[in-house]
């Protein structure tokens, strides 16, 4: 199973959507996941995907691709070559992802429903926001739905655990303070 995972934005995002990336990996080893995301975030998926499937881009350029069709097509062939089984697209993900996700061929292509993208028919599932759920139950609950279709056995946990981010404090001393890091924060 080859995997695309479209997560182009900023800090507070990715570490929101990171138990999706570690629970799948958890889950289902044997998986080829390939995650395009920000490079200043890249740090956050080093643990969970190889270095060859950690396609970076900057979020800017990404969602406008569409003004620059050159780049735009340098994406889809760059994806489309790969022959991904499934697509998953982030909540916050905006025309370009979906595009890019339909374009790629997996047969299976999951996202946020209710989004306001210029595109019709790029999902093949769709997940509305219920009523009292975060943004990490969101995306909890769009993940549960892509592994429904690809694994009968659906072993997807009920809740979604805390991020872990102990790759990230290798070598480092801990400190007695804390830090708070906005869900929104760039």
Known sequence: MHLLILKVNHLGD????????????????????????????????????????????????????WQRPWELA???????????????????????????????????????????????????????LAPGWSMAQWNWETARALVARLDPANRWPAEPPAPNLDHLADGLRPAPSRIVIHAGSK
């Open 14 to 65: 990715n570490v929101v959507f990171l138990p999706v990336v570690q629970t799948l990996r958890r889950l289902y080893p044997h998986w080829r996941l390939t995650v395009v995301t920000a490079p200043q975030v890249a740090a956050l998926y080093q643990a969970d995907v190889v270095e060859d499937d950690l396609l970076l881009t900057r979020p800017d350029r990404f969602n406008t691709a």
């Open 74 to 128: 340098s994406w889809a062939v760059r994806l489309k070559v790969r022959r991904f089984d499934a697509a998953l697209v982030s909540y916050d993900q905006g025309s370009v992802a979906h595009w890019l996700a339909k374009f790629t061929g997996a047969p299976a292509r999951v996202g946020a429903a209710g989004l306001k993208i210029r595109l019709r028919d790029t999902l093949t599932a769709e997940v509305a």
